[in-house]
């Protein structure tokens, strides 16, 4: 089965008062229809800047990709007219904080209809009956009396259900949920992961879920990205890259996460903090804080990741290429 | 190619001028006449009854006719009187009436009326204080029969006729029938046009009276206006008074600031009228109550060192009328010799100043040394204060600093000139009264007037001078009173009690598209009875 | 939202009452005797004491300070404001009668400011770096710097006695509104235009707007239906203020336009020192001033939900 969304190589480069900003660096990955990749990393390792870019939503030309593949076509080549079309209808995104990602002076019911008018041409009174209909969808009690609330008067959870409701609207082949649980409280968070899960089997979507933490992706993911600096550096089954982590970036992530059900002591956490981007350092960019680092790892790039085929659990880093020697 | 413009223009705006005024109850009129004033003219109260103002003298005048007119030349002609009769000892006067006068609304005009006109005047609910004063010590007043009037005084009352040219007649019929705060928006006269509206600080518009009779024997038509109706806007900017006329949206422009006369000077489409004001001219006065100014070779000193007909020059291209005296030039009784004493000599000056104690020092101004009443090397620095014209001031300034006299020029409001005036906290003051009789040196000079509200400030007390201004005053002969006008300013220029400067001409600027405009004897005078339009 | 709208007019009052004072202490303060000038102010004949006196008396400016103010202040709540001293006509009637004048006048001048500012500041925000943005800023200094009687005077040379579109003076119809109003309108227009860019630009910046983009809204729509509204807030808010501009700025352009208005008859009575006239014309301005901002309040109120459903 070809893949939904297919990235090669993509940079993405901001020019700043400093000089050029490489925060993306030649990332490449494959989302299949009806599955959920998580991307995973810390604040600043450009997974956020990845999903923003694939949209067309970060200032122009600061994306270089040799090819994005969404659902059989090249939109790399699209111009702005046709990408705003994909935009919404074939992608949704949900943000991380819907206070500020929601228009404060527009109803909930006028953010949702305009989906409906946009997208699908629906007539005033059709695009409310579709926005009644999308807000039961999205567990939102009483749906019809939110349609004339404004987002300040509902709680977090609500406001995230509400956008994802607009996100869901025009059922999108492919939804990016960014930190979609972060800003709200630990209670909720279950509750409004449960609720993509269910969307997602309900309208066969792909789900790309970012986010820095390991817990929240735990549940849902079936597929996980860690990305570093800028970089994939870890990619493969959840199961996989959790039971048996084969970068030492990664180990130190899972290591890091508190665990009630383990006999282990407090988390450990990975020393010093990830590199400045405008200073990388050479080679592999986890050396510095890396256990396993050796000499070779300053002096060059770690080998890339190959994009598909056995195996599919890949990890960017030189331990690979000995495993692979030895065996 | 330029009358076109112009007239397109005036079309235009006479078009857009009365498609607007159709929505409001004044009424759109066609050929109207359009006079542009100056928004100070505009008084309180359009009754010269109640604010007895110049400028309302001169509103009145076209709504209605006094008993006697002012002719252009100065003298007195009939108005609604057709001719009259002084005592020689000037107690009694007798008017005999013109026949056949109505009001607008048709009450007949009579000796009833010209009675009920003026109780109205005299009552103290009218509130009209100067007026009043100028109707003088009446005795009695009677109608001797329907068409004469007898007024009798209680002594010589020299300005009867002054005032009879300025007291307006109203129809008693309307009059009795409002308020005196009302009746101004209602007035109802004799006069060639009929009050329509009063916006304040906006317009007055008046329409023709067809049926007026030509009773103002300066109006040479006889019968009623030539035009529609007269509008009298104000205009409360100098620049743009200046340019209504030139640009085509006003007929006539009535005291056109000084620095706006240059474009009409030349002008093919409109004239330039000037005319003097008889007065007093921009006069400043000393306060010599204390020292410095106490010492009249002081005085003398910094009348010796003006040059005014170069600060003519210089500041109004010599339009401006001279003032050598305490009357000005063109004043009927003023002294020729004024003009003689006080020719710009700057060795003289110097000399009085000397003499007086004033050496130089160690900057560009003289100090004292010696002097009465002031500590030695104190500068000798004057305050020169006006209301307006501060620039002559400065060209004075620039000339006493020749000779060592500094001057400080500040232009105050009236209220602060007042102010100062009644604390006698001033050195050198402004003060202009204008008319054409000589009783203002009378008004400005006798000591009795020297207390708030009084014209007399300059704090000298002198029994011969009084005696000469209390002639001025009272006695019933003009040529006694002119004479005596003279004498009292020999004396006034000899004691060096005022700072003479430069008499402020009236200046009009009037559209070649309009004829039969007459100025008054006075500048601030004039008559719309003969006015047409021409094309 | 009801609460709120009393909480507001009932702040009026000590607004009020301070500003009657401070009219009041300061027309007492500054030198010049009414009566005196009131009487002098003709041209030739002198005043007697007594007349003064009596003037004096009628006036009750012997009556003592607090008398006297509270005579106003007592007079002003019934609606009575006295009489004109010099015209001796009830001061309610003189407002009224001038008042349509310069409401009209702060009014065009306002509606001109925000027609020319705010889409001058969108486009500058919009085009951020370009030459509308600097033409904006130049444009608004401009506007600060410049006096409005040099402006009024320009703008009457050059439409009125150059071109004879509209008059140069007068109070009647609304071509007599176009030059004073567009003269107030473009002075102030610089500040709206700045404070639209600023707001502009921090709502381009914000979240929903991003959001916006990512549900594949088209730009116009994104900024008319999202971006304007949230835009439009601080705009709105300084609208009571500007409005108090514009009132201040009609002194001057009604002089120089020759128009009737109240701030004219204010600077007169002034210098005639019409106590009754000018604490009455300048506390009715108050009221219009507190009211204008009292009904910009109320209007943001209305506009951002987050206020009006706030409690």
């Known amino acids: 089965m070809s893949a939904l969304l297919s990235i090669r190589d993509l940079e993405v480069t901001f020019a700043t008062e400093a000089g050029p900003l490489p925060a993306v660096q030649g990332v490449s990955l494959d989302v299949a229809p009806g599955e959920t990749l998580a991307i995973v990393g810390e604040s600043g390792s450009g997974k956020s800047v990845t999903m923003l870019s694939l949209l067309g939503l970060l200032p122009a030309g600061a994306a270089r990709a040799r090819q994005v593949v969404f659902d059989g076509q090249d939109i790399t080549a699209l111009d702005e007219a046709r990408l705003r079309g994909l935009r919404g209808r074939e992608i949704g995104i949900v943000f991380q904080d819907p206070m500020t990602s929601l228009n404060p002076v527009l109803t909930v019911g006028r953010q949702l209809t305009e989906m409906f008018e946009l997208h699908q041409g629906l007539s005033r009174g059709a695009a409310r009956a579709a926005a009644v209909e999308t807000l039961s969808l999205v567990g939102m009690p009483s749906p019809k009396e939110r349609m004339a609330t404004y987002p300040h008067q509902l709680s977090g959870g609500m406001r995230q259900r509400a956008m994802i409701a607009i996100a869901v609207a025009c059922r999108p082949k492919l939804l990016i949920a960014d930190e979609p649980t972060t800003a709200l409280d630990v209670t909720i968070q279950a509750q409004i992961l449960d609720l993509i899960a269910r969307i997602q089997e309900e309208l066969g979507m792909g789900v790309i879920m970012i986010s820095h933490d390991l817990g929240v992706v735990a549940g849902v993911a079936d597929r996980i990205a860690v990305m570093y600096a800028g970089r994939i550096v870890e990619i493969g089954p959840i199961d996989a890259v959790f039971d048996a982590p084969r970068m030492p970036y990664t180990s130190g992530l899972l290591a890091s996460v508190p665990r009630y059900d383990l006999d282990a002591d407090m988390p450990r956490s990975i020393p010093g903090t990830p590199p400045d981007p405008l200073a990388r350092p050479s080679g592999c960019a986890f050396r510095p804080r890396c256990a396993e680092a050796r000499a070779a790892c300053a002096a060059s790039p770690p080998p890339a990741l190959r994009p598909a085929g056995p195996p599919p659990h890949e990890a960017a880093c030189i331990l690979v290429g000995e495993e692979r020697e030895r065996t | ?535 | 939202m009801g609460r709120y709208i009393l909480g507001r007019i009932l702040q009026m009052i000590p607004v009020l009452l301070l500003v009657s004072l401070i009219v009041f202490g300061i027309m007492r303060v500054l030198p010049g005797d009414p009566a005196l000038l009131m009487l002098q102010g003709a041209e030739g004949g002198v005043t007697t004491p007594e007349r003064l006196e009596a003037l004096r008396e009628r006036m009750g400016l012997n009556d003592p300070v607090v008398v006297q103010y509270w005579t106003f202040l007592t007079g002003a709540l019934t609606g009575d404001l006295g009489e004109s001293v010099r015209f001796r006509e009830p001061v309610l009637d003189m407002v009224l009668d001038r008042l349509g004048s310069t409401i009209e006048l702060a009014l065009a001048g306002l509606v001109i400011s925000v027609l020319v500012g705010v889409p001058l500041g969108m486009i500058a925000a919009m085009r951020r770096g370009g030459w509308i943005d600097a033409f904006t800023m130049t444009f608004s200094y401009l506007g600060a710097s410049m006096p409005v009687f040099f402006l009024g005077l320009i703008l009457i040379y050059v439409f009125a006695f150059g071109m004879g579109l509209f008059p140069s003076a007068g109070g009647t119809g609304w071509r007599s509104l176009v030059l004073p109003g567009v003269t107030l309108g473009l002075i102030n227009a610089g500040l709206i235009a700045r404070l639209m860019r600023s707001s502009m630009l921090e709502v381009l910046g914000e979240d929903y707007m991003r959001t916006g983009r990512a549900k594949g809204v088209p730009p116009g729509l994104l900024l008319r239906r999202h971006g304007i509204k949230n835009a439009l807030i601080p705009v709105v808010t300084i609208l009571g203020l500007q409005f108090g501009n514009m009132l201040a700025g009609t002194v001057v352009t009604e002089t120089v336009f020759s128009r009737p208005g109240i701030g004219r008859m204010i600077v007169t009575a002034i210098l005639a020192k019409d106590y009754p006239l000018i604490q009455g014309a300048v506390l009715f301005l108050s009221i219009i001033y507190v009211t204008a901002n009292l009904l910009v309040d109320i209007a943001y109120a209305w506009l951002d939900p987050r206020i009006r459903y706030g409690d």
């Open chain 2, 1 to 535: 190619m330029q009358n076109k413009i112009l007239a397109w223009r005036r079309g235009a705006a006479l078009t857009t001028v009365s498609a607007l005024a159709l929505g409001l109850a004044s009424s759109a009129l066609a050929q109207e006449l359009r006079v542009a004033f100056p928004a100070s003219s505009e008084p309180a109260n359009l009754d010269y009854h109640v604010d007895p103002y110049t400028p309302t003298m001169l509103m009145n005048s076209f709504m209605t006719d006094p008993l006697v007119v002012r002719a252009p030349d100065g003298s007195f002609v009939p108005g609604l009187a057709a001719s009259w009769e002084i005592s020689d000892d000037a107690t009694e006067v007798t008017m005999a009436l013109k026949e056949g006068v109505t009001f607008q609304d048709g009450t007949p005009f009579n000796a009833e009326a010209v009675l009920a006109n003026f109780e109205r005047i005299l009552a103290p609910e009218t509130g009209s204080a100067l007026l009043a004063q100028e109707v003088g010590p009446l005795a009695s007043m009677e109608a001797v029969d329907d068409l004469t009037v007898k007024f009798v005084y209680d002594e010589a009352w020299v300005t009867f006729l002054d005032m009879a040219s300025k007291a307006p007649m109203w129809s008693p019929t309307a009059f009795n029938a409002s308020t005196p705060q009302d009746f101004d928006k209602e007035l109802i006269g004799t006069g060639p046009f009929k009050l329509v509206e009063w916006v304040q600080n906006d317009y007055i518009l008046m329409e023709t009276w067809d049926g007026y009779g030509g009773w103002n024997s300066v109006s040479e038509t006889g019968g009623p206006a030539q035009v529609d109706g007269v509008r009298l806007q104000f205009i409360a900017e100098d620049a743009v008074l200046g340019s209504v006329v030139a640009s085509g949206e006003s007929d006539i422009a009535y005291q056109l600031p000084a620095l706006a006369v240059e474009q009409y000077l030349e002008s093919d489409d409109a004239e330039l009228l000037s005319i003097g004001q008889a007065g007093v001219g921009l006069q400043m006065i000393f306060n010599v109550r204390n020292p410095p100014l106490s010492d009249k070779r002081l005085r003398q000193a910094i009348l010796y060192s003006r040059n005014m007909d170069l600060a003519n020059q210089i500041l109004y291209n010599g339009l401006y009328g001279e003032a050598d005296g305490p009357l000005n030039n063109i004043h009927p009784c003023f002294w020729e010799g004024a003009s003689e004493m006080y020719q710009q000599d700057l060795d003289k000056a110097v000399a009085l100043l000397e003499e007086a104690g004033w050496v130089e020092g160690p900057g560009a101004l003289r100090v004292a040394q010696g002097v009465e009443g002031v500590e030695d090397g104190t500068r000798l620095e004057l305050g020169w204060s006006v209301l307006h014209h501060a620039e002559i001031g400065e060209v004075v300034q620039a000339q006493l600093l020749e000779i060592g006299i500094g001057i400080s020029v500040e232009q105050v409001p009236g209220p602060i000139q007042l102010e100062r005036v009644n604390a006698r906290d001033f050195d050198i003051m402004f003060e202009r009264l204008r008319s054409a009789d000589p009783k203002i040196l009378d008004d400005m000079w006798n000591p009795a007037y020297d207390q708030p509200g009084g014209w007399a400030w300059t704090g000298y007390d002198n029994p011969e001078l009084t005696a000469l201004l209390e002639v001025v005053a009272q006695n019933p002969d003009w040529d006694t009173r002119c004479q005596a006008a003279k004498d009292a300013q020999k004396i006034i220029m000899e004691e060096a009690l005022m700072v003479p400067t430069l008499s402020q001409p009236s200046y009009f600027a009037v559209s070649n598209k309009v004829e039969g405009f007459k100025l008054g004897a006075q500048g601030t005078h004039f008559f719309l009875h003969d006015v047409r339009f021409v094309e």
